[in-house]
């Protein structure tokens, strides 16, 4: 597992941020879930299949799992995070939620010994009733999400009839760089809002925006460890005594680095960096390419003037061998 995904499970074990994340990404702002129901649960989904006199493992470990209790007895709810786009995601989610019920339904096996013949194949009493599972992916890749967002997006076509007939499975899908979802939690927010303007380039707003706010610690360095961003990790950890980091400070180091690397790209373009010279100072590299340039307009004026010159002796009758040989300038 990256560290990536380890930051955010433990980011998102708070009972605060995991419940506002499950309102705002699920029920669409609605607060069903309160931070005080909510239960851990194992994440190891594993189990067998028994099939044709076989016993096949299947491992699964989901990233973060809660119960919460509510209008319903009890519901579970899963989340997934992904740095990267995964083309069968629907279909693993589909498997993660199908093994938390058949485990639910394993559970009646040891708790129902007597059963009725009609009850002994699902090995369930026909009141036993499993609980709902919900599960949401969260992707903070920078790349947009172009994968499919339910089961029908990973099927061949098919014509109109049959997919009102088909069984989908839409998967529930947070994509950190463009969600416009509203957050009620505070570290929520800001952490969606520095990761989305982180990737979209837009460093003064940022610095505009939190000039005189600041952000937890945690969710600085979460913000950090999602973009790879060494600069803003480095600061977070030279402030380690402090529980709020400024995050227009924090990215005024990366700004420099950022500029500097445009400003390299650049120099190394116009082909004024000879070999070895890595730490030339982008002034001196600046002075060369004024230089370069002045040059090449010199010669170009030159070039110019010789042109200017063979035209006149063309209209005046001499050949091109003669043109060539007084101007110097290749004619054919």
Not at 317 to 329: D, H, P, R, V, W
Request: aromatic content about 10%; some cysteine; charged content about 35%.
């Amino acid at each position: 597992m990256g560290k990536q995904d380890i930051a955010l499970k433990s980011y998102f074990k708070n009972n605060d941020r995991f419940a506002d994340l499950i309102n705002t990404g699920i029920y669409n702002g609605i607060q069903v879930v309160k931070p005080d129901d909510l239960e851990e649960l194992d994440t190891d989904s594993s189990l067998y299949i028994h099939t044709q006199g076989m016993k096949i493992p299947l491992a699964r470990v989901r990233d973060v799992i809660r119960k919460s209790a509510g209008d319903c007895e009890y519901v579970i709810y899963g989340v997934e995070n992904q740095s990267s786009i995964h083309y069968a995601m629907p279909l693993r989610v589909m498997m993660y939620d199908t093994l938390t019920y058949e485990a639910e339904c394993r559970q009646f096996v040891n708790a129902r010994r007597n059963r009725k013949d009609s009850e002994y194949l699902s090995k369930m009493r026909k009141k036993d009733r499993i609980h709902p599972v919900f599960t949401l992916v969260i992707y903070y890749g920078e790349a947009p999400w172009d994968g499919a967002r339910s089961l029908k997006d990973m099927m061949v076509d098919m014509p109109k009839w049959m997919e009102k007939r088909f069984n989908d499975y839409p998967m529930k899908l947070l994509e950190i760089g463009t969600c416009r979802n509203t957050f009620q939690n505070q570290d929520i927010f800001n952490f969606i809002k520095i990761i989305q303007l982180l990737y979209s380039d837009k460093v003064e707003e940022l610095q505009r925006y939190y000039a005189n706010i600041k952000v937890g610690r945690d969710t600085a360095e979460l913000v950090g460890t999602i973009t790879e961003n060494e600069e803003i990790l480095n600061y977070v950890k030279e402030h380690k005594d402090e529980e709020e980091i400024n995050m227009c400070e924090a990215t005024k180091r990366w700004e420099q680095r950022w500029t500097r690397k445009i400003t390299d790209g650049f120099i190394n373009m116009m082909g004024v960096r000879k070999e070895g010279e890595e730490n030339l100072a982008p002034e001196e590299a600046i002075e060369r390419l004024k230089l370069k340039e002045k040059i090449e307009g010199e010669a170009n004026g030159e070039q110019n003037k010789s042109m200017e010159i063979a035209e006149k002796m063309k209209e005046k009758g001499y050949s091109t061998k003669e043109i060539e040989e007084l101007t110097g300038i290749l004619l054919h």
